[in-house]
């Protein structure tokens, strides 16, 4: 796994956290973004030991997942 691959899932978190904030409504077009800022929560406080399998498990299947979604959400 890339060592900076955890960063880059807690700038995901980070923003996707944001957008909850000022735009309420397409963030609850995101399927489990809960889950999404909650993982990054826990890779940016270390508030448990990570198991590096779930993070690349995140980052190969549901990044690109949501990154398709975002084009299209900024399609519209």
């Known amino acids: 796994m890339p060592a900076q691959l955890p960063r880059q899932l807690e700038i995901?978190?980070?923003a996707l956290n944001n957008l909850r904030r000022v735009d309420a409504a397409t963030a609850a077009s995101i399927p489990e973004i809960q889950r999404i800022v909650g993982l990054c929560n826990v890779l940016a406080h270390g508030y448990?030991?990570?198991d590096d399998n779930v993070v690349w498990a995140a980052a190969t299947s549901r990044v690109p997942e949501l990154s398709d979604l975002v084009d299209r959400l900024l399609a519209e």
């Open 12 to 14: 995901v978190g980070e």
């Open 48 to 50: 448990a030991v990570v």
